[in-house]
């Protein structure tokens, strides 16, 4: 019976690698994470070993058990005892090692999977910049999922009739020379037909696959914007796309089918026809006394183990290509090198003492990995003393993001440098640099668990009246001592079950229970209501105090109070100085945007 792994019951049409010494040697290279467990890997295979070997004496002690009721006189009872007794001891050996290629699959995969997932969110923001987060996703999943089948039970599989075809030709030939030419004459020709249909077959599922897919996204891109279907009614038009969609999948399944269903026909029609014409050969022995009745069932015995073997082989052989094409794609996120290293161990106090806060860019120069010709930064210079307030304005894809995700160290300048404190910031240990940095972004992102558990994120292991004098500071305990579970209240995928306000209350806490040297807040109060921005606009003054604070805002009414306002367009300073000093630039960008926007909302006071 064909082995078919979750991926493809899942219907995961993973890539297939060609089987050469460089993909094999990558294989071996993951067999690593055997090591610890080898002393029970071994002793699985050993037993493994010992079941197939008692499995292939099956097939000669019931030859033998025939043989004797044959013989008058002669006592079937012994034999049909060791037969009984060699199933038993056989069954012990399947439990045995059937349990520990389990067992030690599964602790295997466990610690891969702690490294590949420990590797990727150690991986630098370049690397992420470069790759879909559903391919990463894949994998943890569909990749890993594959190799955990293979050592788990496409290894023992192919060990199993590996032994059994070898095994099992030898002993059909000690049976019968004439029968075994006889079989093998076939075989050329039924191999040939199934590696034809095999390929055929893999194009067309490999069709289905795809149209499929075509069909999940359509529902991925259907329930993530949701709302605008409902918004512009177009319920009916989503369904006609999935349907056709279907349809699709449906015509490269049928065609699949089809080619299936030959195939089947044929392999029953050539496979039987083939025992027919053994039996009919050796009937015909039989009748000349060449063999015995015993000879003749140990080798349809024999036949069947080896006719069993090959027919797994070409399923075994396109699963060893899937698994050796994840192994590439998991060795190759293995390879990569890290920014940081991610450890189970509790993370070292840090030795860095803390910062002042004094930021300096000097010519700063950055473009993105992908778009290495296009600067998103050019020549950038400022100077931040300890505690300042430095707000950062311009258009829509000016750079400020950039500029401060640079500070956060996402990535690096490609020309010039940035200094913390008077010392370049790729001087100091990334973990402990990033640890006196806060960032309260414009789009919150928090995670599925309770309150608590988001607030602590900023200082894990912080107690819990850490945690809510946070949210006192941050104006945010009202609302979350009104929920009827407190701190401990789910927030729901991405916070979902909480207001933009709310989201922001939260980050903000996170962001004061961190007790950070620097602070980079990011749109921070953008597109709330007047109420909420009032009460975040409260707990970002507590919270800048005695922090070096850089804010990017589009509303210039709340960087009034800044130090100073730097002005950034396509990727340059281009004004930098007080909101008075700035407004008072004839023609100048600053005084520009403030008209704009005070002219769009002319009920907020001029400036």
Known sequence: MARHSRNDQAGIDLPKARLDRESLSQVLELLRYLRPYRVRFVLALLSLFSSNLLSLAFPYLAGSLIDAANRPGASVNGTALLLVGILAVQAGFLFFHSLSFATVGQRAIVDLRR????????????????????????????????????????????????????????????????????????????????????????????????????????????????????????????????????????EA??????????????????????????????????????????????????????????????????????????????????????????????????????????????????????????????????????????????????????????????HDPTRGRILIDGRDARDYPLTDLRNQLSLVPQEVLLFGGSIADNIAYGRPGASQAEIEEAARLANAHGFIHAFPEGYQTTVGDRGIQLSGGQRQRIAIARAILRNPAILILDEATSSLDSESERLIQEALETLMQGRTSFLIAHRLATVRNADRILVVDQGRIVESGTHAELNAIEGGLYRHLAALQFHAHPTVPAP
């Open 253 to 410: 399944t049928l065609r699949s089918a089809r080619l299936r269903a030959s195939f089947v026909s044929f392999i029953v029609f050539a496979l039987f026809g083939s025992i027919v014409l053994v039996l009919w050969s050796g009937a015909r022995l039989l009748q000349a006394g060449e063999i015995s009745f015993g000879e003749l069932t140990r080798f349809i015995l024999y036949t069947t183990f080896v006719a069993g073997a090959m027919g797994q082989f070409a399923d075994l052989y396109s699963q060893i290509q899937k698994a050796v094409g994840s192994t590439q794609r998991v060795r190759e996120l293995l390879r990569e090198t890290p920014e940081v290293e991610a450890t189970l161990a509790t993370q070292p106090a840090s030795t860095l003492a803390r910062l002042r806060g004094e930021v300096a860019f000097e010519d700063v120069h950055f473009a993105y990995p992908a778009r290495p010709g296009v600067e998103v930064l050019q020549g950038i210079q400022l100077h931040a003393q300890p505690g300042q307030k430095i707000a950062i304005v311009g258009p829509s894809g000016a750079g400020k993001s950039t500029l401060l995700s640079l500070l956060l160290r996402l």
């Open 115 to 250: 490294d590949v997932y420990a590797r990727l969110i150690s991986l630098p923001m370049a690397f992420f910049g470069n790759r879909r987060v559903g391919e990463l996703a894949s994998r943890l999943s569909a990749d890993l999922v594959q190799i955990e089948d293979t050592l788990i039970a496409l290894l023992p599989q192919f060990l199993r009739q590996m032994t059994l075809l070898a095994g099992g030709i030898v002993l059909i030939g000690i049976t019968s020379l004439k029968l075994t030419g006889i079989m093998l004459a076939s075989l050329p020709v039924l191999t040939l037909v199934a590696v034809l249909f095999g390929r055929r077959t893999r194009r067309l599922a490999r069709e289905a696959q795809d149209r499929l897919a075509e069909t999940a996204t359509i529902v991925e891109e259907t329930l993530q914007g949701i709302v605008n279907v409902k918004a512009f009614a177009n319920e009916s038009h989503e369904l006609r796309r999935y349907h056709s969609g279907l349809l699709g999948f449906l």
